[in-house]
């Protein structure tokens, strides 16, 4: 009986406890949300890249190796030699490797020199494949394959020539030799988007007329001519690298980075990831900081809105105490409809969050690449709700409380 | 019961003094005060006279200071709050002034409400929900009135639905703090006939408190504040 008057008695005040409930509501589904967002940037960020047991490069920090190998950030302190490479891959321990050359760049976006490898080694989100959405494989010499977010900034489709411009911020073009759009890349939502990919040959043909960062004054080889020259690499930035067994990766580690012939790195981009994460990770405490402020700010408009209902309800506090109704029932009223309350709030903050996401998942995945999972609630979400309806309880104490001094001193005097 | 049984008190206030301490101005001395079982007495007094704490001293809400309270032979100003509150549940059946009902509750809820509260109450009840609307029938209101809202109602059934809620159970006791004032006089004496059909059929005592000296008549005995309460300086 008591529970159905308190749902009589919200009924009766519909319009104020609906705006509560959808003030709460909101308010849930925001630190829902920023929760959310946040695992699921998180996960994003560590799926960039999988599957890949060690990145090699020349002797440098792991996170500035990972920076410009994967997210093609920053620059490579030094190359490393075809013949280093040759001799980490020819290990036994190797069972698959991926050379990348890096330094060009094209209307500020990254030119990778890379083989067909990539294509079939690079994996992201716990094993996606990267997939060529138009177009085909680099087969001429001038072939580049562009990332989803190239090709839609710069509105590039198959068939499109550029040129690439020498190293990242140069005004230097390697304009006698055009290159093609051979192929578009299907969105992956990691720094591949942004990155345009030509074959290694291509960055030694691009080469060929310069030496040591500079073009040769005068001498413009033919394109006819470079073709039939031979462009096997030099060097490279960096190279992935994948094992027969997990078992062997400290050991394959440990031999890179003790190769005598040259100061090569070699690291785990799981462990990288962490450490990177780590950096970036400070907005992290600061999303779950505003969370809990939301959170914190919607107890206390609950607290406010039933504060102020409580001197037009003076007169049915005094009715239940005239029944008999000891003031801790009175207490128990109040909190039993902040618990109400606060139920109601989870259960519309819920519908309303995964309805929001069904319709903006696709636009965030777009836009951001960040992949927001639509999965049911976690243990972790459900232990939140629990916590907050013990705090909504617990904080609709501080009304009832006054409620329980009002009831105990009106007696039958009321005060409207 | 006979109201000639005079042995039994419903009431009995012996000595009571109370007063609040922030309102050092009003002080509420009984030397003595008596009710009968099964009588109906007016109480009458000025507005500030004290009658409405006397009720909350009687209803339990209020402990006096010093003497004693006895409802039917028990002491109540000993109980614990708790048990006070319990003991009001059981015992009387209290009707406001106005606004005597939970108004988004419907008539039915509002009569039953105390047998929620009160088993000693809802025993002597075998069906409840029969039981209300016979009582509104007897109390003329309409057959359709049971499941409107409290709200609903015209200020002079909701006084009804509150003697129906005062009687279910058939409490000793019923306290009536004005019950007439929001009325008019043709609705005052429709009410006050139908109010005491009901506390004899209960066989209840009925103390009420108006000032309305013209009510009288229709008492039993009529007890003025002036002639109970000493003046305390």
Redesign the interface.
């Known amino acids: 009986m008591l529970l159905k008057l308190t749902f009589n008695s919200l009924y009766a005040r519909l319009l104020t406890v609906a705006m509560t409930v959808f003030a709460i509501s909101l308010s849930l589904m925001l630190y829902m949300s920023v929760e959310k967002l946040r695992t699921s940037a998180y996960t994003s960020f560590t799926d960039t890249i999988s599957q890949t047991d060690l990145i090699v490069g020349a002797r440098t920090s792991s996170v500035q190796l990972l920076l410009y190998s994967v997210f093609r950030i920053g620059n490579a302190t030094n190359n490393i030699t075809w013949e280093s490479y040759e001799d980490v891959i020819n290990k036994k321990e190797v069972a698959w490797s991926v050379p990348i050359s890096l330094g060009d760049s094209h209307k500020g976006f990254r030119v990778m020199g890379t083989n067909s490898e990539f294509f079939k080694r690079y994996k992201f989100r716990g094993g996606q494949s990267i997939e060529l959405e138009q177009g085909k494989n680099l087969d001429d010499l001038y072939d580049v394959i562009i990332g989803a977010g190239v090709a839609e900034k710069l509105n590039y489709s198959v068939g499109t020539p550029l040129i690439v411009s020498h190293g990242l911020q140069s005004f230097s073009d390697h304009d006698d030799q055009p290159f093609r759009v051979s192929g578009i890349l299907a969105k992956t939502g990691t720094p591949v988007d942004n990155t345009v990919i030509v074959s290694l040959e291509a960055i030694e043909a691009i080469h060929v007329d310069w030496s040591t960062g500079a073009k040769i004054p005068g001498q413009i080889t033919p394109v006819e001519e470079i073709r039939q020259m031979d462009l096997s690499p030099k060097n490279i930035t960096a190279a992935l690298i994948g094992v027969n067994s997990k078992l062997q990766i400290f050991q394959l580690q440990r031999w890179i980075n003790d190769y005598p012939e040259e100061s090569l790195s070699s690291i785990l981009p799981g462990v990288a990831l962490q450490e990177l994460w780590r950096i970036v990770g400070v907005v992290e405490n600061l999303l779950l900081g505003i969370s809990v402020t939301v959170i914190f700010t919607t107890l206390i408009g609950m607290t406010a809105i039933i504060f102020s209902s409580l001197n037009e309800r003076r007169r049915e506090m005094a009715i239940w105490r005239a029944m008999g109704a000891s003031p801790k029932v009175v207490i128990g009223l109040l909190m039993l409809e902040a618990f109400i309350i606060s139920v109601m709030s989870i259960i519309v903050s819920t519908v309303m969050l995964f309805l929001t996401l069904y319709v903006l998942q696709p636009w965030i995945d777009n836009t951001y690449g960040i992949l927001v999972n639509i999965e049911m609630l976690a243990v972790k979400d459900i232990y939140i709700f629990m916590l907050f309806i013990i705090a909504a309880s617990l904080v609709s104490l501080i009304p009832a409380i006054r409620a329980y001094w009002f009831s105990i001193n009106d007696g039958m005097t009321i005060k409207i | 019961m006979e109201k000639s049984n005079l042995n039994e008190k419903t009431i009995q206030i012996n000595s009571v003094k109370f007063h609040w301490s922030n309102k050092s101005k009003f002080k509420l001395h009984i030397p003595e005060l008596s009710v009968d079982k099964g009588e109906k007495v007016l109480l009458l007094g000025e507005s500030g006279s004290g009658k409405?704490?006397l009720?909350?001293l009687i209803?339990g809400?209020?402990s006096p200071l010093s003497g004693k309270i006895q409802l039917n032979e028990k002491l109540i100003n000993d109980l614990s709050?708790?048990k006070r509150?319990?003991y009001?549940?059981?015992n009387i059946g209290?009707i406001?002034q106005q606004?005597?009902?939970?108004?988004?509750?419907n008539v039915i809820?509002n009569i039953?409400?105390?047998l929620?509260?009160?088993k000693l109450r809802s025993a002597n009840i075998s069906n409840q929900r029969e039981t209300a609307i016979s009582i509104c029938q007897s109390l003329r209101l309409p057959e359709d009135v049971v499941n409107m809202k409290a709200?609903e109602l015209s200020v002079g059934q909701q006084q009804r639905v509150a003697v129906a809620r005062a009687l279910i159970g058939n409490p000793p006791l019923v306290i009536a703090?004005e019950p007439t004032s929001s009325l008019d006089t043709d609705a005052q004496n429709i009410f006050l006939d139908l109010m005491f059909s009901q506390v004899a059929i209960s066989n209840s005592t009925l103390l009420m408190v108006s000032h309305d000296k013209s009510l009288s008549s229709n008492f039993d005995r009529v007890i003025d504040m002036k002639n109970v309460s000493v003046k305390e300086k």
């Open positions: 409405t704490t009720l909350s209803c809400f209020l709050a708790t509150d319990q009001r549940s059981d209290i406001f606004f005597n009902l939970l108004p988004y509750a809820d039953l409400l105390p929620y509260f009160s709200s703090d």
